[in-house]
Structures are given as structure tokens and as C-alpha cells.
């Protein structure tokens, strides 16, 4: 603000050993530099403007004798008239000295504008951008004020967020997460650029969008599903009916919230309207209405959400030749209400016509109908009503390759005479993905599916009559994807591997599709995989799988063999796997192989028939092919289920021991799960939910609570498998802390969903990729239990694994850390450390052993010796913290990505005066590197080398590993391991 414009007496003839040097006026400012010849200058001087005092400005630097100073001119004084500036200083007597004076024509036109804009993006962060049109490369500072006061002060300096900047610089944005959004909300808070004295637009339009509301009928309870901004969340959330306040009670989601609304006793065909608001401090911002009817009439299409399957092909729907149907699971933006189950729609290389999916429907005596359809396409398409005469309504939809609920209402030229259909046509678009499609009477609604579905084979594409990326594959990297939904993989990649569509002449002269496979020269271990049909998972109970395999036709009379075929929870062979068989036999003449899957086989690749359907892992059937057989042919490959399935009595494994909550105060940081509810302020139209137990696998609660730190850089499907792992096997109280570094939308939105009803677990999102270190500290400084794991997000934990760790730390208060062994883990590795080319080993998991039983063979061979030790490798930590906040956490700037940094750590607290130890009975999975490639990996691990020798040139780095390499008690373990364990499994 402006000061007084009051003269003030300035003495002008006095001398003063200051003096100012090199006055001008630049880009807006008033610059010069103070100099003194007499003692050390005044910090600050004062700003005058025709004679009035108008501020003071700091004078910069450290030299005492000088210094620059800079005075930035606000727009009010570009008037188009001439005007003088003087710069004084304060004396003794407090009577102003002017130093040096400058007389200028400020013209209108030359005044500085502040170019600034601000909106909310979708995670609920306010970002925006500001400069100064005179000095646009000049970072501003913005002042963040909420309800009166200031809050903190940031620079616009970073890139420019996805706000129209029309020219603006490209570092001149910034992007913060306000502290009380409320505020924001009602306008009680404002963005200053106190260069200018300006507030800042703050754009709340998209925040303050109309909500969409999606009702499903589950049970007694009518779910009402709003998709809504994150920035509303901390919001009330109020249900009315017909304009009367309904009791609900509110589930969170990652994009949605779901509020359940219980159905009254008598129930009507009326309708009703129901409203949703989002209500903050006694004010509406947002509300949506619909609506409905307690007794809605339901579609007519038979199969509308694709749950139903006959083979490998959609049941009822019709599709066009050419394209194919390819069953999915929910994700990538589409929410489970929305999407039970998914198709993908494709062409099949150049299809003959346009993309047509159609559906035979009665119509009789209907004269208008409702379409509902949640798509995502690119390009139009059309929804048509026909019968034999002709097409009697339609409408097009343009699709923008997101996912959208469209619903519309359609008038019927004529009533429907035979041969009545429902048809979606695509003609621009050669994909289509849907979650549901109906018509109905004017006003249905979408009823809850039961999940009983017909379908009869677990394995989409089998056939291999689907290449939708062409019929020959030939590729140097480690995977590709060949026929529909078949991905071809080799750890050390697929250079001089093909693949290729063959055509078989069967012996009654009939023509099959199968994969063929060939190399020329020896590759190591391939493998080809597909997902089972998530159906399949859910229901269990046993299956046949049927396999037809042979040689290429014309290689010769040799034999081979297949490796093994596995089901598994990765796509590659991950630690939990099935196998069904092994060295299968493969000649140019074709064998039908015939394998069980029975229950066992679904729960060793991770199936839980206790768990929530949503909460089922992916399961993926797993051919591993050996260097003598890449001169294969697949020709059929058919799961079909053998018996209709036993009807689950408990679809979910509720918490069974209520009065765990009383211990629940032991836990540090977990006090505020006990609720479903948002917390509110007052009345409130919410129900409480009743408390939420700690996980019934908390039986072990004589242990001190631990906080487990797992950051995540994409590798969705080794970080589900690490984090679900962590959810069944760890019984001691514990807060997961999964820290998000920047990874991609599908990514974040599985870490949101997996944390989704279990309180105990948050998951921190970067909001850009800061490197494995920083975002490793992001989530070891979020926690406060006595004790921390740092766990890398590639890594399967094993039953007692945190005891076992824990074990060890309590035994001494001089021990600060503790790590487990591995299959890959450098000195911690088992059985084998080096591989046969000298590098790290990668151990694969030995025989038909399974995870647990590999893990108890170790426990059981091991001598317990916990032995002491230099180094530990970061794979999977546990750390005292009062160890860790002595040495100030990990290195993030010598080391922000990772690589060094454990080694770093380690010996900074070995320094501090605390002791590691290794716990020979525990064992960690660890996939190795999911985030880098190995080439990426294996030049970060020498950048890390050279930064922690440059750092410690005081230890014999050297040494540390000779320490490592002969511990008495790991390498008796390993010899035991070999001699006795892996002998008896082959």
C-alpha cells in the first residue's frame, strides 16, 4: 500500500560519507548502489517520488562498504507525466540525506502488468502462473493467504501448468497444496503478488462443475455413486429425497464417493427426485438431481455389462466379421459401479465393413426408449434402433478417447415391427471399449448384476484366430505383445526370437490357427503368457486346461521339450505360481495335453476365495519355453471349468476380533481410521458408520508398531503383488506408507484403489518424479513409530518376515539396522551369489517349491547366527528411527536417484554408533529393479559407486565387502541350501 504523500523535510546541503553510484532506471526499476567511505552502509533506503515518500527498499549484498538495491516502480506512476525520484538515507537525527536524484517521463504505455492466472487441477492442488511483462524472466513472489493471514510465501518459477498462458515464459508457474481448502472454497482466501499489489484470479469453474450422479440398487440399499473433484472432498456430503434429508452412510473412493440410502418399506412406481450437495460451512457448492424410482423398470437387452461369455465370445451380442471381443477388467478411469467387467472391441487386420456390435430386442407397443451406454472411443459413433423395414431411431455420439456415461432418450419413427435390434455402429473408430450398454422403458435403471454368468472357458483368444497387431513379430526388447492378449517375454530379451500366426492342416483336412515360435541360435528361458478371464478367478473350483502343441511342420523328426506351465500372478513367473506341468514333450506330430487346476493351483497363484472379488489378484497363464524348444507350434489353448461351482457362502473375510480396537492406541498414527465417515462440524445428515476393526491378521500385538515405506515409480503389476503381500502375511500392527513418484495415471489410480477401505494405509503422490531418494524420505519423515521399514516396491514379503526383522533390533539398543535375505540381494543372496557370468545372482525360486515353502527351508536350514555387518542391502530395511533422524535420513542430493544411497546410509550410522545385522532366517523376494531397465540400471549402480567412494574416502570400501563375503554363518547356509534343499527338489 501506498504511504502517505506528505513532503518530508529532507536536509539537501548536508555532507555524507554515502554516496550512490551508476542511477538508472531498467525494466521497471529504480537501480543503483549504495557506497560508503566511511564505515559500514545502512541496509535500507528510502524511495521518494516528487518530493513524497513512497517506501523503502533493502539494499543488497554482504559487502560492508556497498551494496545494489532495487526499487520496482508500481503501474500508478506511469501517468505520461515527467517525474523525479530521489534515493535517501536516515541520519542520526532522523532527518532524511537525499543522495542522488533522476528525473523521467513515465509514459502510460510503458507501465509494468502482471500477467497471472490461477485454477484447481484434478489431484486438488491450486496452480497457476505469474510474470511481470517489463522483467518477464524475473520469478515472482506469490504470497498464499488464508482467511486473514499469510500463510507462507512461494516463486513462480516452475513450468507453466495446463492453464491458457497465451505467451507466457516457461518457467513462470507454480503449483501448491493449500492447507484449508474450505477457504479457497468460499473465496476466504487470495494469492497477493506483492511486487504489484495484486491478487491473483483463482479459476474454482471446474471445481464447482455439476456433479454426476450414478444409481445402482445393491441389496436394500439404493448406492449412489458421485464422480466429483478431489478438491470437494473435505466437504459435507447430504442425501435428500423429494426435498427430505436422508440418512446415509458414505464410502470414499479414489474419483468418487458412494453414499448408501436404505429403501423404504412400501415402495412405489413414482418418481422421485434425488438430490446430492456438497455442503461446506453452511453453504451449497456443488449439487447435483435426478431422477428416479424405488421400483424402476429394468433394460431390455439381455448381457449389458458383457459379464456373460460362451467361449471365448461375447453371449447374445452379435459382432461384425472382421473384429474381435476381448474381455477386460475395470481400471483406467472407469470406476467398478460403472463397469462389473469390460470388452475391448477390434478389428481384426483390415476388416471388411464398420465396426457392429447389435442385439435382438423386443419393442412391441414401445414408442420411446431410453439408450445408456459408458464408453471410451475416439472418432463418432452411432447407436440405431432397426427392424427389418429400416432404422426407426438413432443418435450419434462423438467420443474424445475417454471414458463417458451417455445417456439419451430416443423417439421411435414408428412402432417396431419384426426383427427389432439394437446396434452400436463405428464406423471411424476401429476400437471401441464398453463397460455397459442398454435400452429400456423411459426412466429404467441399471440393476445390480448377481455375478452369475455363463461363463465357459477361462481363456480369451486360444484359438489364436485374433492378431490385431499384425501376423509376424520380430523384436530386440523384452516383450511384446503378438496375438490378442498374449505377451511374449524374455529376461534377457527376445533378439533373433519370431513369432508368427500358422496355418495347421489337422488330419480331416480342417485348418487351425496356432503360434509358432522359432530362433535361430540359443536365447535362454522365453515365455508366452495371457491373462485368465477374471470370471474365471473369481469363481475357482476345478478346471481342465487343455493345450495342443507340436513342432513346426517340415523341422525334422527331433524331439524337445517345453519348460514348465505355470499359473501365476505375473505375467512373467512371478513367486506365486501353480505349476500344472512340466518338460511337456513336443514332436512335428500334434499332442492334445491335458492339465488339472483345482483349488490348490488357484491359491498358490494367489487367489483368496475368502477375499473380496475386487481385491482378486490377476492371474496369468504362464508356457515357459527352453532353447531346444523355440521351434514350437501352440495350437489350441482351452480352460473350461468342470463342474458348476459351489455356491460362496461369505464373499469377504469381515474383521473377526472386535476387541483388538481397545489395543488400537499402541499403534502410532492410526488413531483416525476408526471410522468410515468424513469428519463433520455439527449437525450432519451422515450416519456413522460402526468402528472398523484392525485387520484380523493383527494377531501379534506384543510388537512395537512399525511404519513400512514403500515408494512406487509405475511397475503396476510388481507393486500390487508387493502391496498385497504386505496386506495378508504381516500380522503386527503397522501403517503402510506408499509414496507415489510421479507414476502414471493407470498407476495411481491402483495404488488409490488398493488403499481404498483400509484406513491404515496413505498413499502420498508426488506431484512430479522426484527420484527414488527424495520420494524414500518424503515417506520416512511422514512417519512416527519407534521403527521403519524401507521396502522397495519389487519385493514379496514372506510369513513372520517382520518379527523375524524385529527380533533382532530388540535385542540390543546399539542395533540400528536390520535387512533380510534374498534371492537377489547382492551378500544377502541365497543360495548363489555370483551367477555363471560373475555378476549379481538372480536365483529363480527352486523345483515346484512355492514362496512360503522356499521361505521355511531357509528358517529351518538357517543357524540363526543374525550376524553383524558393514553394509546392508536397501532392498528391504528395518531402521530404528531414532538411527535414522541421527544421521538427517537418506542422501538426497548426492544421491537423488537412488544407488549408492543405501551404502551411504549405512555407513553414516555404522559412524553414529550403531550396529546392522543380517537375519539369516528371514527371507524377502526381491524381483530386482522393476523401475530401471538393465542397461539404465547397471550405468546408475556405477554414477552410485563413484559418489559414495568421492563421499567416504576415509573407508576401505574394499574391505567392507571382504567383511561381506566371508561371513561364516550365509555361507554355510548357502552350502546347506545347495546340498540338502536343492537335491532333494530336483
Same mark, same amino acid.
Request: charged share 25%.
Given at each position: 500500500?501506498?504511504?502517505?504523500?506528505?513532503?518530508?523535510?529532507?536536509?539537501?546541503?548536508? %555532507?555524507?560519507?554515502?554516496?550512490?553510484?551508476?542511477?538508472?532506471?531498467?525494466?521497471?526499476?529504480?537501480?543503483?548502489?549504495?557506497?560508503?567511505?566511511?564505515?559500514?552502509?545502512?541496509?535500507?533506503?528510502?524511495?521518494?517520488?516528487?518530493?513524497?515518500?513512497?517506501?523503502?527498499?533493502?539494499?543488497?549484498?554482504?559487502?560492508?562498504?556497498?551494496?545494489?538495491?532495487?526499487?520496482?516502480?508500481?503501474?500508478?506512476?506511469?501517468?505520461?507525466?515527467?517525474?523525479?525520484?530521489?534515493?535517501?538515507?536516515?541520519?542520526?537525527?532522523?532527518?532524511?540525506?537525499?543522495?542522488?536524484?533522476?528525473?523521467?517521463?513515465?509514459?502510460?504505455?510503458?507501465?509494468?502488468?502482471?500477467? $497471472?492466472? &490461477?485454477?484447481?487441477?484434478?489431484?486438488?492442488?491450486?496452480?497457476?502462473?505469474?510474470?511481470?511483462?517489463?522483467?518477464?524472466?524475473?520469478?515472482?513472489?506469490?504470497?498464499?493467504?488464508?482467511?486473514?493471514?499469510?500463510?507462507?510465501?512461494?516463486?513462480?518459477?516452475?513450468?507453466?501448468?495446463?492453464?491458457?498462458?497465451?505467451?507466457?515464459?516457461?518457467?513462470?508457474?507454480?503449483?501448491?497444496?493449500?492447507?484449508?481448502?474450505?477457504?479457497?472454497?468460499?473465496?476466504?482466501?487470495?494469492?497477493?503478488?506483492?511486487?504489484?499489489?495484486?491478487?491473483?484470479?483463482?479459476?474454482?469453474?471446474?471445481?464447482?462443475?455439476?456433479?454426476?450422479?450414478?444409481?445402482?440398487?445393491?441389496?436394500?440399499?439404493?448406492?449412489?455413486?458421485?464422480?466429483?473433484?478431489?478438491?470437494?472432498?473435505?466437504?459435507?456430503?447430504?442425501?435428500?429425497?423429494?426435498?427430505?434429508?436422508?440418512?446415509?452412510?458414505?464410502?470414499?473412493? &479414489?474419483?468418487?464417493?458412494?453414499?448408501?440410502?436404505?429403501?423404504?418399506?412400501?415402495?412405489?412406481?413414482?418418481?422421485? #427426485?434425488?438430490?446430492?450437495?456438497?455442503?461446506?460451512?453452511?453453504?451449497?457448492?456443488?449439487?447435483?438431481?435426478?431422477?428416479?424410482?424405488?421400483?424402476?423398470?429394468?433394460?431390455?437387452? +439381455?448381457?449389458?455389462?458383457?459379464?456373460?461369455?460362451?467361449?471365448?465370445?461375447?453371449?447374445?451380442?452379435?459382432?461384425?466379421?472382421?473384429?474381435?471381443?476381448?474381455?477386460?477388467?475395470?481400471?483406467?478411469?472407469?470406476?467398478?459401479?460403472?463397469?462389473?467387467?469390460?470388452?475391448?472391441?477390434?478389428?481384426?487386420?483390415?476388416?471388411?465393413?464398420?465396426?457392429?456390435?447389435?442385439?435382438?430386442?423386443?419393442?412391441?407397443?414401445?414408442?420411446?426408449?431410453?439408450?445408456?451406454?459408458?464408453?471410451?472411443?475416439?472418432?463418432?459413433?452411432?447407436?440405431?434402433?432397426?427392424?427389418?423395414?429400416?432404422?426407426?431411431?438413432?443418435?450419434?455420439?462423438?467420443?474424445?478417447?475417454?471414458?463417458?456415461?451417455?445417456?439419451?432418450?430416443?423417439?421411435?419413427?414408428?412402432?417396431?415391427?419384426?426383427?427389432?435390434?439394437?446396434?452400436?455402429?463405428?464406423?471411424?473408430?476401429?476400437?471401441?471399449?464398453?463397460?455397459?450398454?442398454?435400452?429400456?422403458?423411459?426412466?429404467?435403471?441399471?440393476?445390480?448384476?448377481?455375478?452369475?454368468?455363463?461363463?465357459?472357458?477361462?481363456?480369451?483368444?486360444?484359438?489364436?484366430?485374433?492378431?490385431?497387431?499384425?501376423?509376424?513379430?520380430?523384436?530386440?526388447?523384452?516383450?511384446?505383445?503378438?496375438?490378442?492378449?498374449?505377451?511374449?517375454?524374455?529376461?534377457?530379451?527376445?533378439?533373433?526370437?519370431?513369432?508368427?500366426?500358422?496355418?495347421?492342416?489337422?488330419?480331416?483336412?480342417?485348418?487351425?490357427?496356432?503360434?509358432?515360435?522359432?530362433?535361430?541360435?540359443?536365447?535362454?528361458?522365453?515365455?508366452?503368457?495371457?491373462?485368465?478371464?477374471?470370471?474365471?478367478?473369481?469363481?475357482?473350483?476345478?478346471?481342465?486346461?487343455?493345450?495342443?502343441?507340436?513342432?513346426?511342420?517340415?523341422?525334422?523328426?527331433?524331439?524337445?521339450?517345453?519348460?514348465?506351465?505355470?499359473?501365476?500372478?505375473?505375467?512373467?513367473?512371478?513367486? %506365486?505360481?501353480?505349476?500344472?506341468?512340466?518338460?511337456?514333450?513336443?514332436?512335428?506330430?500334434?499332442?492334445?495335453?491335458?492339465?488339472?487346476?483345482?483349488?490348490?493351483?488357484?491359491? +498358490?497363484?494367489?487367489?483368496?476365495?475368502?477375499?473380496?472379488?475386487?481385491?482378486?489378484?490377476?492371474?496369468?497363464?504362464?508356457?515357459?519355453?527352453?532353447?531346444?524348444?523355440?521351434?514350437?507350434?501352440?495350437?489350441?489353448?482351452?480352460?473350461?471349468?468342470?463342474?458348476?461351482?459351489?455356491?460362496?457362502?461369505?464373499?469377504?473375510?469381515?474383521?473377526?476380533?472386535?476387541?483388538?480396537?481397545?489395543?488400537?492406541?499402541?499403534?502410532?498414527?492410526?488413531?483416525?481410521?476408526?471410522?468410515?465417515?468424513?469428519?463433520?462440524?455439527?449437525?450432519?445428515?451422515?450416519?456413522?458408520?460402526?468402528?472398523?476393526?484392525?485387520?484380523?491378521?493383527?494377531?501379534?500385538?506384543?510388537?512395537?508398531?512399525?511404519?513400512?515405506?514403500?515408494?512406487?515409480?509405475?511397475?503396476?503389476?510388481?507393486?500390487?503383488?508387493?502391496?498385497?503381500?504386505?496386506?495378508?502375511?504381516?500380522?503386527?500392527?503397522?501403517?503402510?506408507?506408499?509414496?507415489?513418484?510421479?507414476?502414471?495415471?493407470?498407476?495411481?489410480?491402483?495404488?488409490?484403489?488398493?488403499?481404498?477401505?483400509?484406513?491404515?494405509?496413505?498413499?502420498?503422490?508426488?506431484?512430479?518424479?522426484?527420484?527414488?531418494?527424495?520420494?524414500?524420505?518424503?515417506?520416512?519423515?511422514?512417519?512416527?513409530?519407534?521403527?521403519?521399514?524401507?521396502?522397495?516396491?519389487?519385493?514379496?514379503?514372506?510369513?513372520?518376515?517382520?518379527?523375524?526383522?524385529?527380533?533382532?533390533?530388540?535385542?540390543?539398543?546399539?542395533?540400528?539396522?536390520?535387512?533380510?535375505?534374498?534371492?537377489?540381494?547382492?551378500?544377502?543372496?541365497?543360495?548363489?551369489?555370483?551367477?555363471?557370468?560373475?555378476?549379481?545372482?538372480?536365483?529363480?525360486?527352486?523345483?515346484?517349491?512355492?514362496?512360503?515353502?522356499?521361505?521355511?527351508?531357509?528358517?529351518?536350514?538357517?543357524?540363526?547366527?543374525?550376524?553383524?555387518?558393514?553394509?546392508?542391502?536397501?532392498?528391504?530395511?528395518?531402521?530404528?528411527?531414532?538411527?535414522?533422524?541421527?544421521?538427517?535420513?537418506?542422501?538426497?542430493?548426492?544421491?537423488?536417484?537412488?544407488?549408492?544411497?543405501?551404502?551411504?546410509?549405512?555407513?553414516?550410522?555404522?559412524?553414529?554408533?550403531?550396529?546392522?545385522?543380517?537375519?539369516?532366517?528371514?527371507?524377502?523376494?526381491?524381483?530386482?529393479?522393476?523401475?530401471?531397465?538393465?542397461?539404465? #540400471? $547397471?550405468?546408475?549402480?556405477?554414477?552410485?559407486?563413484?559418489?559414495?567412494?568421492?563421499?567416504?574416502?576415509?573407508?576401505?570400501?574394499?574391505?567392507?565387502?571382504?567383511?561381506?563375503?566371508?561371513?561364516?554363518?550365509?555361507?554355510?547356509?548357502?552350502?546347506?541350501?545347495?546340498?540338502?534343499?536343492?537335491?532333494?527338489?530336483?
Amino acid at each position: 500500500m501506498e504511504k502517505s504523500r506528505v513532503a518530508m523535510p529532507v536536509a539537501r546541503k548536508r %555532507k555524507s560519507p554515502l554516496s550512490i553510484e551508476n542511477l538508472r532506471f531498467r525494466q521497471g526499476s529504480l537501480r543503483g548502489k549504495l557506497v560508503s567511505s566511511d564505515g559500514p552502509i545502512p541496509r535500507s533506503v528510502t524511495i521518494r517520488f516528487d518530493g513524497h515518500d513512497v517506501g523503502s527498499v533493502r539494499v543488497r549484498g554482504r559487502e560492508p562498504l556497498e551494496g545494489p538495491f532495487t526499487w520496482f516502480v508500481p503501474a500508478r506512476h506511469y501517468d505520461g507525466g515527467a517525474h523525479t525520484f530521489e534515493v535517501a538515507v536516515a541520519t542520526d537525527d532522523e532527518v532524511p540525506v537525499v543522495l542522488d536524484s533522476l528525473e523521467r517521463q513515465m509514459d502510460v504505455g510503458a507501465a509494468p502488468l502482471l500477467h $497471472a492466472a &490461477a485454477g484447481v487441477n484434478d489431484r486438488g492442488q491450486i496452480e497457476g502462473f505469474a510474470w511481470n511483462s517489463v522483467q518477464p524472466n524475473e520469478p515472482l513472489a506469490i504470497e498464499l493467504w488464508e482467511r486473514g493471514a499469510l500463510v507462507r510465501t512461494i516463486r513462480a518459477d516452475q513450468s507453466v501448468p495446463a492453464i491458457p498462458a497465451d505467451t507466457a515464459p516457461d518457467a513462470c508457474g507454480f503449483a501448491f497444496a493449500p492447507q484449508d481448502l474450505g477457504s479457497w472454497i468460499n473465496g476466504r482466501a487470495r494469492l497477493i503478488a506483492p511486487k504489484f499489489g495484486e491478487a491473483i484470479p483463482v479459476d474454482f469453474s471446474t471445481v464447482l462443475a455439476e456433479v454426476a450422479v450414478e444409481q445402482v440398487f445393491v441389496d436394500e440399499e439404493l448406492a449412489v455413486t458421485v464422480t466429483r473433484p478431489a478438491l470437494l472432498a473435505p466437504c459435507d456430503v447430504t442425501v435428500s429425497i423429494d426435498g427430505l434429508a436422508r440418512p446415509s452412510r458414505l464410502r470414499e473412493r &479414489a474419483d468418487s464417493i458412494q453414499l448408501f440410502v436404505a429403501r423404504p418399506l412400501a415402495e412405489d412406481a413414482d418418481d422421485h #427426485r434425488l438430490q446430492v450437495a456438497f455442503v461446506f460451512e453452511g453453504e451449497t457448492l456443488a449439487s447435483a438431481e435426478q431422477t428416479f424410482r424405488w421400483s424402476p423398470p429394468g433394460g431390455l437387452l +439381455a448381457n449389458p455389462d458383457f459379464r456373460d461369455w460362451q467361449g471365448d465370445r461375447l453371449a447374445v451380442w452379435a459382432l461384425e466379421d472382421g473384429y474381435s471381443a476381448m474381455p477386460s477388467t475395470p481400471g483406467d478411469g472407469v470406476s467398478a459401479p460403472f463397469a462389473p467387467a469390460l470388452v475391448s472391441l477390434g478389428a481384426l487386420g483390415a476388416a471388411g465393413g464398420p465396426l457392429r456390435l447389435a442385439q435382438p430386442v423386443d419393442l412391441s407397443d414401445a414408442d420411446v426408449v431410453d439408450l445408456e451406454f459408458v464408453a471410451r472411443f475416439e472418432g463418432a459413433a452411432e447407436v440405431q434402433v432397426f427392424d427389418d423395414e429400416g432404422v426407426l431411431a438413432g443418435v450419434i455420439i462423438d467420443g474424445e478417447g475417454v471414458w463417458a456415461r451417455h445417456r439419451r432418450t430416443l423417439t421411435l419413427d414408428r412402432p417396431a415391427g419384426p426383427g427389432a435390434h439394437v446396434a452400436l455402429l463405428a464406423a471411424d473408430a476401429d476400437a471401441v471399449e464398453l463397460a455397459y450398454l442398454d435400452v429400456g422403458p423411459p426412466g429404467f435403471q441399471r440393476v445390480q448384476s448377481d455375478g452369475q454368468d455363463t461363463l465357459k472357458q477361462g481363456l480369451a483368444n486360444g484359438d489364436f484366430q485374433r492378431w490385431s497387431r499384425g501376423l509376424t513379430f520380430q523384436s530386440t526388447g523384452a516383450s511384446i505383445e503378438t496375438a490378442d492378449g498374449w505377451l511374449l517375454s524374455a529376461p534377457k530379451g527376445l533378439k533373433g526370437v519370431r513369432a508368427a500366426l500358422v496355418q495347421i492342416e489337422s488330419d480331416d483336412g480342417a485348418i487351425d490357427y496356432g503360434f509358432g515360435l522359432r530362433a535361430d541360435a540359443p536365447t535362454g528361458l522365453v515365455t508366452l503368457s495371457t491373462q485368465v478371464h477374471p470370471a474365471a478367478v473369481r469363481r475357482g473350483g476345478d478346471w481342465t486346461l487343455e493345450l495342443t502343441v507340436q513342432r513346426h511342420p517340415g523341422s525334422g523328426r527331433g524331439v524337445a521339450r517345453l519348460g514348465r506351465i505355470l499359473l501365476s500372478d505375473s505375467p512373467l513367473g512371478g513367486p %506365486k505360481a501353480a505349476v500344472l506341468g512340466r518338460d511337456v514333450l513336443l514332436s512335428p506330430d500334434a499332442r492334445r495335453v491335458r492339465l488339472s487346476v483345482d483349488a490348490a493351483a488357484w491359491g +498358490a497363484a494367489g487367489v483368496d476365495g475368502r477375499r473380496a472379488m475386487d481385491e482378486q489378484p490377476a492371474v496369468f497363464l504362464v508356457i515357459e519355453f527352453q532353447d531346444r524348444a523355440l521351434d514350437a507350434v501352440l495350437t489350441r489353448a482351452v480352460l473350461t471349468q468342470n463342474a458348476a461351482p459351489e455356491p460362496q457362502r461369505d464373499a469377504f473375510a469381515g474383521f473377526e476380533d472386535f476387541n483388538l480396537m481397545s489395543q488400537i492406541g499402541r499403534t502410532v498414527g492410526l488413531e483416525g481410521w476408526a471410522r468410515e465417515t468424513v469428519p463433520v462440524e455439527g449437525p450432519s445428515t451422515l450416519t456413522e458408520a460402526p468402528p472398523a476393526a484392525p485387520p484380523a491378521t493383527w494377531s501379534n500385538w506384543a510388537y512395537p508398531a512399525v511404519d513400512i515405506v514403500v515408494p512406487v515409480y509405475n511397475a503396476e503389476i510388481h507393486t500390487l503383488g508387493c502391496l498385497r503381500a504386505l496386506v495378508e502375511v504381516t500380522d503386527i500392527p503397522y501403517r503402510l506408507i506408499v509414496v507415489d513418484d510421479g507414476s502414471a495415471p493407470s498407476t495411481r489410480r491402483a495404488l488409490d484403489d488398493f488403499a481404498v477401505e483400509r484406513p491404515w494405509i496413505e498413499v502420498i503422490h508426488n506431484a512430479t518424479n522426484l527420484g527414488y531418494t527424495r520420494a524414500a524420505n518424503v515417506g520416512l519423515k511422514a512417519g512416527r513409530a519407534p521403527w521403519v521399514v524401507l521396502l522397495n516396491s519389487d519385493t514379496v514379503v514372506t510369513p513372520g518376515w517382520l518379527e523375524g526383522l524385529l527380533d533382532i533390533g530388540l535385542s540390543d539398543s546399539a542395533i540400528g539396522m536390520v535387512g533380510p535375505l534374498s534371492n537377489a540381494a547382492t551378500w544377502q543372496s541365497v543360495p548363489a551369489v555370483r551367477d555363471a557370468h560373475g555378476q549379481w545372482a538372480i536365483n529363480r525360486i527352486p523345483g515346484d517349491l512355492t514362496l512360503e515353502a522356499w521361505s521355511d527351508a531357509i528358517r529351518r536350514s538357517s543357524q540363526r547366527a543374525h550376524p553383524s555387518v558393514p553394509l546392508l542391502n536397501g532392498f528391504c530395511t528395518l531402521m530404528r528411527r531414532a538411527a535414522l533422524q541421527a544421521v538427517n535420513f537418506l542422501d538426497e542430493e548426492t544421491f537423488p536417484v537412488g544407488y549408492g544411497e543405501e551404502v551411504d546410509l549405512c555407513i553414516r550410522i555404522g559412524k553414529a554408533g550403531y550396529r546392522m545385522h543380517v537375519a539369516d532366517d528371514v527371507f524377502v523376494f526381491h524381483h530386482k529393479s522393476s523401475s530401471f531397465g538393465k542397461e539404465r #540400471r $547397471a550405468v546408475l549402480s556405477k554414477q552410485g559407486g563413484a559418489a559414495v567412494r568421492k563421499k567416504h574416502r576415509d573407508v576401505n570400501l574394499a574391505g567392507l565387502e571382504e567383511q561381506l563375503a566371508t561371513l561364516v554363518p550365509l555361507l554355510q547356509l548357502r552350502q546347506d541350501l545347495k546340498t540338502k534343499v536343492l537335491e532333494a527338489a530336483q
